[in-house]
């Protein structure tokens, strides 16, 4: 027979015993569907992850006082590192010559900014920064001016404002000139940073940033260390520069040649890099649930093969009889298993990606179809139709025609 015909006796098989088929086939959606899902909820996070965490420009590395992500409690020895200081960041940038770019910056949230207009919640992020930290973070300056050596070396009361902040205060007028209040501090908006637009739902341009030390003077009590920012020429002199980062840093903050960097480099690598090894048990557990499902579905479809080849004992004789060969047989009964895991496995991999989707989409995650994930997924179908048809078919296959013949 050709695999067509093979094909359509099966469904054949399957239209005839319908809810057998169903209930077979279910235990295939129910594997399928659950690997399908998690995984591609997890790749859109994933992906908008990556695409926030590229906040740092190409070639681009951090340095901190904490570890970028942490779960738990943390340990006495990281909780008593000395802070990174500005005189840090200078002795830094001395040593340092051949970083294109190097800034310094310091965040705190929960503030309220107010124009003569207007008030906005307390949700606004404020970012004490060194000119340099523009470039090192991808930003733009859409109006006005960056903040300059001068504005840092004196403290001076200026600011930058993110897009969304700049239209919430001003609406219609040019913010470039007027003055906010934040904090107790009075600023002269400078500079209007270009749109970022959304991560996960939140803006990114609901933000200001003033100079470093104004922001030290105002805030320092709160916290004080500070994080720099460190941009390599280009890609390959990028780990070269880490590494000399790392060294001058030792030396700066004088840490014993035996004891681990009391600091932390983190890149836009390391970021993926830990996000992906934290979403791996999860990843891990969906692929156990969707193989004991899948198992559970193979003894199902072994026991749907063994009942379709007794029914059709005597459709098996006529056919030997009229010359049919053992391999074809075999054949036949092997392609109906795999086209029952397909059809389930199609099923899955249909809802998987629309309830994953939909899941995502919840989290303001951009929509995705995990390619990788669904050859995955029909390659499991396909070894699960093997593995649990050969049995039956190669029964099947052995069966004696003249006593199939008599088979009543």
């Not at 005189?87 to 010559?97: C, E, I, K, S, V």
């Not at 649990?388 to 008599?406: S, V």
Request: glycine share 10%.
């Amino acid at each position: 027979m050709k695999i067509g015909e093979t094909i359509q006796v099966a469904f054949g098989s399957l239209r005839a015993n319908r809810l057998r088929s169903a209930l077979t086939v279910l235990g295939i959606v129910i594997g399928i569907f659950s690997i399908i899902s998690v995984s591609t909820v997890i790749a859109m996070l994933q992906r908008s992850i990556e695409d926030g965490v590229s906040d740092l420009s190409k070639n681009t590395f951090q340095v901190q006082k904490w570890p970028a992500i942490h779960t738990g409690r943390i340990s006495e020895k990281i909780w008593n590192r000395q802070d990174i200081t500005i005189d840090h960041f200078n002795q830094l940038r001395a040593r340092l010559p051949e970083a294109k770019y190097m800034a310094a910056q310091m965040w705190r949230g929960g503030q309220k900014v107010k124009s003569e207009w207007v008030s906005t919640n307390p949700n606004i992020s404020i970012g004490g920064i060194t000119p340099e930290a523009v470039p090192t973070s991808a930003w733009e300056i859409g109006e006005g001016r960056n903040i300059n050596q001068n504005d840092l070396d004196y403290a001076t009361k200026v600011c930058l404002l993110g897009d969304e902040l700049a239209q919430k205060l001003f609406k219609s007028i040019n913010p470039i000139g007027q003055e906010v209040r934040v904090a107790g501090m009075r600023l002269k908006v400078v500079g209007v940073f270009a749109p970022r637009g959304q991560l996960f739902g939140e803006s990114r341009d609901n933000f200001m940033a003033v100079p470093l030390t104004t922001f030290q003077n105002e805030y320092g009590k709160y916290r004080r260390s500070i994080d720099i920012v460190i941009m390599s020429h280009g890609k390959q002199d990028y780990n070269d520069t880490i590494e000399a980062t790392i060294g001058a840093l030792r030396a700066i903050r004088r840490v014993p040649a035996n004891e681990d960097n009391d600091f932390e480099i983190v890149s836009n690598e390391s970021l993926i890099s830990q996000l992906n090894s934290m979403t791996q048990g999860i990843k891990v557990g969906s692929v156990v649930v969707a193989l004991i499902a899948l198992l559970a579905a193979g003894v199902g479809i072994m026991n749907i093969m063994l009942v379709s080849v007794t029914e059709r004992t005597r459709e098996i004789g006529i056919r030997k009889a009229l010359g049919a060969k053992r391999r074809t047989i075999l054949l036949q009964f092997l392609i109906e298993a795999i086209t029952l895991c397909q059809f389930g496995g199609i099923i899955g991999i249909i809802f998987g990606v629309l309830t994953g989707n939909l899941v995502g989409m919840q989290l303001n995650a951009p929509p995705i179809f995990p390619m990788d994930w669904i050859i995955a997924g029909i390659m499991m179908c396909v070894f699960v139709g093997v593995i649990f048809g050969t049995g039956p078919a190669y029964k099947a296959a052995r069966l004696d025609p003249i006593e199939a013949l008599r088979y009543e």
